[in-house]
């Protein structure tokens, strides 16, 4: 249910900060007075826990900071925390991503709304430190809803809102919030940071309600059903992700209206598309680079422009048909991979064709992988995936190849 607050009442006092994503992430730890926190160190997220080890020491935040003894251990913490009613956060990146995995997809199935991020940084092997999007990826069908921001201040912002959304009794789904490894994770930016009194007006208490595990409440967690109740179960969490989308709207509303941040649409974010004939689309700080070669290339004349997906899961299907379906073409840039898929193409390749298949009025869709393991989309690269995208808009068939950018032959 949306919360009623008076428009603009917090902005004229925020405070502006330089800070990365990784401590903007710490900030919305302190603001949203989570109870527990579980902690275990992995490039490139560890920059989170550092930040609120600070806050804490300096008398700043009271949080209960568990150090575990790996990445298993600390998403178990917290979800055993969470059933019992306690606000969580946690976070990891890569690998470590996938050594907490039995965890992650339990979390999931027993609806318990823990927050973390994933500091987006290639799997190994081979070993890298920088910026693919698969390990967030991974958990796409689990049930986890799925936020990526572009930067520290979309960070922040999208941290409050992912315990307002997750908590939320319709929903009670946990969230994990994509951070781009270095890109996003450790550059820094000005933030301006909301009062407490704003965010409290915005995140209500943490309540379970009669899901709450207490001697009080004899219930059942985590029961054997095979046969018998698993498939109402997996309904019951696919009713709660088809909710999440109205709920991730109303979140939104209310948090630009308190904040005047957030922009016109809870998903999409655009950028010069109003007369645009061919855009890009997608999802991370991909969008940084792609604006300056959006700016360029209007000078010399091409009517570009950039489509930016700020959720994931709830995908936002109509909203997507309804933006996509003005262009001629559109370029999906993918910061993954998805070996032997459709025509070859990445995660987001695939599900945005997915969504526009039905469409009687539907843009080329040009595939793209760029910028696996933290390498620069440079302007070069940026000018080729338009010049694609634009060859590729007479013919609907020509958008059945995916192009890899920047890759030495």
Known sequence: MAIQVKEREHQDVETEQLMSGCEAIAEAIRLADVDVMAAYPIRPYDGVMQAAAKLIANGKMDVEYIVADGEHSQFEIVKHA????????????????????????????????????????ALDDPGAFGTEHNDSLAVRDLGWLLPWAETAQEAMDLALMAWRVGEDKRVSLPVAIGLDGAFLTHSQQ??????????????????????LLHPDNPITIAPQVDQDWLMEIRMQNDQAMRKAHDVVSEAHADFKKLFGRGGDSPFLDEYMTDDAEYVVFGQGTLALPMKVAIRRLRKEGHKVGLVRLKWFRPFP???????????KAVGIIDRDYSFGSPHYGGVLYNEVRSALYSQEKRPTIVGFIAGLGGREIEQPMATEIFEKTKAAASDIKSGDTCHWIGVRS
């Open 82 to 121: 969470c059933a019992v009613g306690s606000r969580v956060f946690v976070g990891s990146s890569g690998v470590g991503w996938f050594y907490a995995f039995e965890a992650i997809a339990v979390t999931a199935g027993l609806r318990l709304p823990v927050v973390a991020i994933c500091g987006n940084r």
């Open 317 to 327: 299907t109509q909203e997507i048909v309804k933006s996509l379906s003005r262009f």
């Open 190 to 211: 000005i933030v301006r940071i909301p009062t407490q009194a704003a965010v409290n007006t915005f995140l209500p208490r943490f309540d379970l309600g009669d899901r």
